[in-house]
């Protein structure tokens, strides 16, 4: 090397944090043992230039510190480079639910099926918003049931049907069958106990059907007969009002 020696203008960062150095000006930090250089933008400006120890070998950045705020754990990164989430009760997902730029917040997941809090800014699970569509759907004249064809063993048994329809008035239907296809069917009476079928409602999304307990009327050839239940076939069909 030759022996031209260039010394620049050297101070500790305290010094450089009061320094005003001119555009384009390079200083000396002594206490990070790397170079400052200025943009003549007043004291303490500058750009601090990395040193090689600090770039990791593939020339990207490597993060040696970060604070932890609302939703980590864990404080400052540590030499493994470890951070994680925290742990945070009742649902809660990391989000920005106030309509413009914020930081991220906990958003709480909601699971209603009726979307009774109302929330303008949960989050809702994807059972209940199924569960909400079904049931505005059948409150406008859709979403009815209609269940298969159900084996009947006796007179006087009980068959559950699972509807899902809630709340919402329902016009209730049964009928039966020979077979299993529906072959002949007819509709049968649902008001009484002895004969026909009786309906209990078991919950707001299901109802028990009872079939009579000496079967059901039935017309045949233009005659009147009183049919068991034994062997035939029972289905049920739910309409929302």
């Not at 864990?74 to 030499?79: E, F, K």
């Given at each position: 090397?030759?022996?031209i020696q260039?010394q620049?203008?050297?101070?500790?960062t305290?010094?450089?944090?009061?320094?005003?150095?001119?555009?384009?000006?390079?200083t000396v930090?002594?206490d990070?043992?790397?170079?400052?250089v200025?943009?003549?933008?007043?004291a303490?400006?500058?750009i601090r230039l990395?040193?090689?120890?600090?770039?990791s070998?593939?020339?990207g950045?490597t993060?040696?510190?970060?604070?932890?705020?609302?939703?980590l754990t864990?404080?400052?990164?540590?030499?493994s480079?470890t951070?994680?989430?925290?742990?945070?009760?009742?649902?809660?997902a990391l989000?920005n639910v106030?309509?413009?730029?914020?930081?991220p917040?906990?958003?709480?997941?909601?699971?209603e099926?009726?979307?009774?809090?109302?929330?303008?800014?949960a989050?809702?699970?994807q059972?209940?918003?199924?569960?909400?569509?079904d049931?505005?759907?059948?409150?406008?004249?859709?979403?009815?049931?209609?269940?298969?064809w159900?084996?009947?063993?006796?007179?006087?048994?009980s068959?559950?049907?699972?509807h899902?329809?809630?709340?919402?008035?329902?016009?209730i239907?049964?009928?039966?069958a020979t077979s299993?296809l529906?072959?002949a069917?007819?509709?049968?009476?649902?008001?009484r106990r002895d004969?026909g079928?009786?309906?209990?409602?078991?919950?707001d999304?299901?109802?028990s059907v009872?079939v009579?307990?000496?079967g059901?009327g039935?017309?045949s050839s233009?005659?009147?007969?009183?049919?068991?239940?034994?062997?035939k076939?029972?289905?049920?069909?739910?309409?929302?009002?």
């Open positions: 090397m030759s022996n260039v620049l203008r050297r101070g500790t305290s010094d450089h944090a009061t320094f005003a150095g001119a555009e384009g000006e390079v930090d002594t990070l043992d790397t170079l400052m200025h943009t003549g933008g007043g303490g400006t500058g990395a040193k090689h120890s600090e770039l070998a593939g020339g950045g993060v040696v510190s970060i604070a932890s705020g609302t939703g864990g404080g400052p990164i540590t030499t480079g951070l994680s989430l925290a742990s945070i009760a009742n649902l809660r989000g106030s309509g413009s730029n914020a930081a917040v906990a958003v709480e997941i909601k699971d099926d009726a979307m009774t809090s109302n929330s303008a800014t989050l809702a699970t059972q209940s918003i199924k569960a909400y569509v049931a505005q759907v059948g409150g406008v004249g859709g979403g009815g049931y209609a269940s298969s159900t084996s009947v063993s006796a007179n006087n048994t068959y559950t049907f699972n899902n329809l809630g709340t919402k008035e329902l016009i239907n049964a009928y039966y299993s529906g072959v069917q007819e509709h049968v009476n649902i008001y004969y079928c009786y309906i209990t409602f078991t919950s999304n299901a109802i009872t009579g307990s000496s059901f039935s017309w233009g005659a009147f007969s009183i049919v068991t239940w034994a062997s076939f029972l289905k049920v069909v739910i309409t929302p009002v």
